[in-house]
C-alpha cells in the first residue's frame, strides 16, 4: 500500500519561498513517476509540476515555469517543490501524487493519471 505524507506548507509573504516534501512508503519509490497538484478554494484541481520516476523528465503548468522546481531523492523516498517568487494566486492546498511507470523518462501531467494521493499541505501566500 503506498503511502504519501507532504509537509513544508505555511504562511510566507508574496516573494518568498517555501520547499514542499513529499515522502512515500509503503513501496518503492524509484518505481514511481511524481506529481504536484493544487486546489484553492472554489476551484479545479489543477497541475503544478511532475516527475518521471528517474527525475530525468520533468514539465510544469505555465502558471508556475521558472518559479517553482520539482525535484526528487530516490535515496530519501522524497519528492520536493521548491517554490520561489510566490504569489498570492499560489495560495491553495497542494497535493503529491504518485503513480507506478515502467518508463525512466514517463512523467503524467492529469490528475486523473495518478492512483496515490497525499492528503495536501496548505500553502498561503498574503499580498
Known amino acids: 500500500q503506498v503511502q504519501l505524507v507532504e509537509s513544508g506548507g505555511g504562511l510566507v509573504q508574496a516573494g518568498g519561498s517555501l520547499r514542499l516534501s513529499c515522502a512515500l512508503s509503503g513501496r518503492t519509490f524509484s518505481s514511481y513517476a511524481m506529481g504536484w497538484f493544487r486546489q484553492a478554494p472554489g476551484k479545479e484541481r489543477e497541475f503544478v509540476a511532475a516527475?518521471?520516476?528517474?527525475?530525468?523528465?520533468?514539465t510544469y503548468a505555465d502558471s508556475v515555469k521558472g518559479r517553482f522546481t520539482i525535484s526528487r531523492d530516490n535515496a530519501k523516498n522524497t519528492v520536493y517543490l521548491q517554490m520561489n517568487s510566490l504569489k498570492p494566486e499560489d495560495t491553495a492546498v497542494y497535493y503529491c501524487a504518485a503513480e507506478l511507470s515502467y518508463r525512466s523518462a514517463t512523467i503524467y501531467s492529469s490528475w486523473n493519471e495518478y492512483d496515490y494521493w497525499g492528503q495536501g499541505t496548505q500553502v498561503t501566500v498574503s499580498s
Open positions: 516527475c518521471s520516476r528517474s527525475g530525468i523528465a520533468t
